[in-house]
């Protein structure tokens, strides 16, 4: 038997994580999860592994943290120092007050950005590209577990699984 697809849709995110908890008990992996809205301990629950995006977040904060600073630096002090009241700006300690808000502003300027890009470019969500939903449903109000058989018991096991916790529909879908 080649690798077939159970597709498991739930109208209730309760029945879905019963359901994900039962294939998962069953020792069977679940391969993806859609739903509407975000559920609250899927991840763990489907076995995925801490995200580390947060790593680039904080890259993307430090380099908009520190263009903000080389951009502040080269134009009030080395390239056009300004005497305000016969104090010159030759120093960074003495202005760090006045340049905290441009510092903020870029280091969330740059993090957002960057986050947003590294979104789209992981989940492959592109203009033009249509995402790859296996169900509309689930963009309106149910939960669609896609688990993967690859024989005939563990596909009675699966579809079995999600007829008892609640599932309103569960198709095989071949691959």
């Keep these: 038997m080649s690798t077939v ?3 498991a849709l739930y109208d209730d995110d309760d029945k879905l994580i019963t359901g994900a908890k039962k294939v998962r008990s ?3 992996g679940i391969k993806e999860v859609f739903s509407p809205f975000p559920v609250h301990g899927i991840d ?4 995925l592994n ?3 995006i947060s790593i680039c977040c904080f890259i993307y904060g430090v380099t908009g943290f520190s263009l903000a600073f080389w951009m ?3 134009m009030l002090i080395h390239d056009w120092p ?3 009241g016969g104090k010159p700006n030759y120093t960074w300690y003495h202005n760090i007050p006045s340049w905290i808000p441009v510092l903020f502003e870029s280091t969330v300027f740059c993090s957002a950005h960057g986050m947003a890009i590294t979104f789209l470019l992981r989940s492959w969500l592109f203009p033009g590209v249509s995402p790859k939903n296996p ?3 689930t963009t309106d109000d149910h939960f669609l577990m896609i688990t993967t058989a690859h024989s005939d018991q563990e596909l009675s096991d699966l579809m079995n699984a999600a007829n008892s916790t609640g599932a309103v529909e569960v198709k095989k879908v071949n691959g």
């Design 5 to 7: 697809y159970v597709h």
């Design 26 to 28: 069953l020792g069977y």
């Design 44 to 47: 763990k629950i489907m076995g």
């Design 50 to 52: 801490r995200t580390r």
């Design 72 to 74: 502040i630096w080269y």
């Design 82 to 84: 300004v005497d305000i």
């Design 135 to 137: 169900d509309p449903r």
